[in-house]
């Protein structure tokens, strides 16, 4: 049980994070929210509605779609709608039939390729998403998408990449920090991680951000440090109770390594 880190850290993150031990964790966007939220984790590309109310957006483009399947802006929103209330194979279902109908709408397809991501069909994503701009007219949003779904494919060179790219078009973009922070967290790479979320933070006034690097922060062991800035978004008990669930996975991975030695060594003497 991930008790609230699988809530406000990213679910893609956690899941690769417990899966190694500790970095045994995808935003996810975002995702993000998603790797997740959305993809790694990230912001900027969550689903959004254009209504407070989620379940009351939902209900009104379903009825919006309903009447009229093949109008792409509709289909849009609905998509969204779908996204922020974690029905993610209605959006995929909606967003495909939606680009089928409008085959040369880049917004669909970008929407369509994050509905994927979200879905976790991480391939069909990316080459979605490699649809939706071209190389004369990039769009850095899409390229911070491809570097996130990239990383839940664990190509993290490849996805640096498109971060990369993404930054020249959008210098500083806290968005595109975010994930490539994210990235260097998959890989393994804690102190690259946390100098690059910080510079997200400092650019961005977001809880994301924050619950983030503070993830970072905690799984180098600086637990206090981690802990006040969960403070800053979350209720004092949730905050406690997320240092003290990442305690565990540390307490775990170490078990793990002792484990993992003392096989080595039997084995060794046994030959």
């Keep these: 049980m991930l008790h609230q880190l699988r809530k406000h850290f990213s679910a893609s993150v956690l899941a690769r994070t417990a899966a190694s031990a500790i970095l045994a964790l995808a935003l996810c966007s975002c995702q993000t929210s998603g790797l997740s939220d959305d993809v790694t984790g990230s912001?900027?590309?969550k689903a959004e509605s254009s209504q407070a109310d989620p379940q009351h957006s939902l209900e009104v483009y379903r009825d919006r779609f309903r009447a009229a399947p093949k109008d792409a802006n509709t289909a849009l929103q609905y998509g969204r709608a779908l996204r922020a209330a974690g029905q993610?194979?209605?959006?995929v279902a909606v967003l495909e039939q939606a680009t089928i109908a409008n085959p040369s709408n880049k917004q669909l397809l970008a929407e369509f390729g994050r509905a994927l991501a979200d879905n976790g069909n991480f391939d069909q994503a990316f080459d979605v998403l490699s649809q939706a701009h071209s190389p004369e007219d990039p769009d850095w949003r899409i390229l911070s998408a491809q570097g996130a779904v990239l990383d839940q494919l664990g190509r993290f060179d490849d996805a640096r990449r498109y971060y990369e790219s993404a930054l020249k078009i959008a210098p500083d973009e806290p968005t595109v920090l975010s994930n490539l922070g994210l990235s260097y967290l998959l890989s393994k790479d804690l102190t690259k991680a946390e100098e690059?979320?910080?510079?997200?933070?400092?650019?961005v006034d977001d809880p994301r951000v924050r619950q983030n690097l503070a993830l970072v922060i905690?799984?180098?062991g600086r637990f206090a440090e981690a802990l006040a800035l969960?403070?800053?978004?979350?209720?004092?008990?949730e905050a406690?109770?997320?240092?003290?669930?990442?305690k565990k996975l540390l307490a775990a991975q170490k078990e793990n390594a002792r484990a993992e030695a003392a096989e080595k060594t039997k084995a060794a003497a046994a030959e």
């Excluded at 969960?230 to 008990?237: F, G, I, S």
């Design 196 to 203: 690059i979320l910080r510079r997200a933070s400092g650019r």
């Design 240 to 246: 406690a109770a997320n240092i003290k669930y990442l």
């Design 88 to 91: 993610r194979s209605q959006a």
């Design 218 to 220: 905690g799984l180098q």
């Design 230 to 237: 969960l403070k800053k978004d979350r209720p004092a008990d």
């Design 43 to 45: 912001i900027g590309d």
